[in-house]
């Protein structure tokens, strides 16, 4: 008997597979950066966390609300505050009132903190290096730009998606 043949399931359409693909690239860096941030103590938020106050730091700012890391890093708010309480339990970071605003806290790094951005910093290039060393330099540089074309989409996608159900 001859079955006919069946189209192709939606699940295997060349975008879904794409999707897929991206997801388990995602998923193979944690599995490449996770232990390189145990080494220090902290998990790959915290360190998203640190970096973007030592960011702000260098850029003279004397601190960031909760917020304002939540849209620097496009997570939500309950997930920076249980970040941000974990970092300053590790004494990491600090919640002080802002100068301009007493009423309002502001989150910088302790001496603590700046010690250990130093320090991964300091060997993070090398590590991210090793990630990408299965690329050429060329390869490495469009990736980076469809990269971009797709961050562009997703940032207008997610836009809309948003006014769209506000």
Same mark, same amino acid.
């Given at each position: 008997?001859?079955?006919?043949?069946?189209?192709?399931?939606?699940?295997? /359409?060349?975008?879904?597979?794409?999707?897929?693909?991206?997801?388990?690239? @995602?998923?193979? /860096?944690? %599995? /490449?950066?996770?232990?390189?941030?145990?080494?220090?103590?902290?998990?790959?938020?915290?360190?998203?966390?640190?970096?973007?106050?030592?960011?702000? =730091?260098?850029?003279?700012?004397? *601190?960031?609300?909760?917020?304002?890391?939540?849209?620097?890093?496009?997570?939500?708010?309950?997930? @920076?505050? *249980? /970040?941000?309480?974990?970092?300053? %339990?590790?004494?990491?970071v600090q919640r002080l009132p802002s100068q301009a605003d007493r009423r309002m806290k502001l989150v910088s790094l302790t001496t603590q903190g700046?010690?250990? @951005?130093?320090?991964?910093?300091?060997? =993070?290039? *090398? =590590?991210?290096?090793? @990630?990408?060393?299965?690329?050429?330099?060329?390869?490495?540089?469009?990736?980076?730009?469809?990269?971009?074309?797709?961050?562009? =989409?997703?940032?207008?996608?997610?836009?809309?998606?948003?006014?769209?159900?506000?």
């Amino acid at each position: 008997m001859i079955t006919p043949s069946l189209p192709p399931s939606p699940i295997e /359409v060349p975008e879904v597979k794409l999707f897929r693909a991206l997801l388990m690239q @995602v998923g193979l /860096v944690r %599995r /490449v950066m996770t232990p390189y941030f145990r080494r220090f103590g902290i998990s790959g938020a915290q360190w998203a966390v640190l970096r973007a106050l030592a960011r702000a =730091h260098r850029d003279g700012l004397e *601190g960031l609300k909760g917020s304002e890391i939540g849209d620097r890093l496009l997570i939500r708010p309950p997930s @920076v505050t *249980g /970040v941000l309480d974990r970092l300053e %339990r590790e004494k990491l970071v600090q919640r002080l009132p802002s100068q301009a605003d007493r009423r309002m806290k502001l989150v910088s790094l302790t001496t603590q903190g700046r010690e250990l @951005v130093e320090q991964l910093e300091a060997g =993070h290039a *090398g =590590h991210i290096q090793q @990630v990408f060393a299965g690329l050429s330099a060329q390869e490495q540089m469009e990736l980076r730009t469809l990269i971009d074309k797709l961050n562009q =989409h997703l940032t207008q996608l997610a836009d809309q998606v948003e006014k769209s159900t506000s």
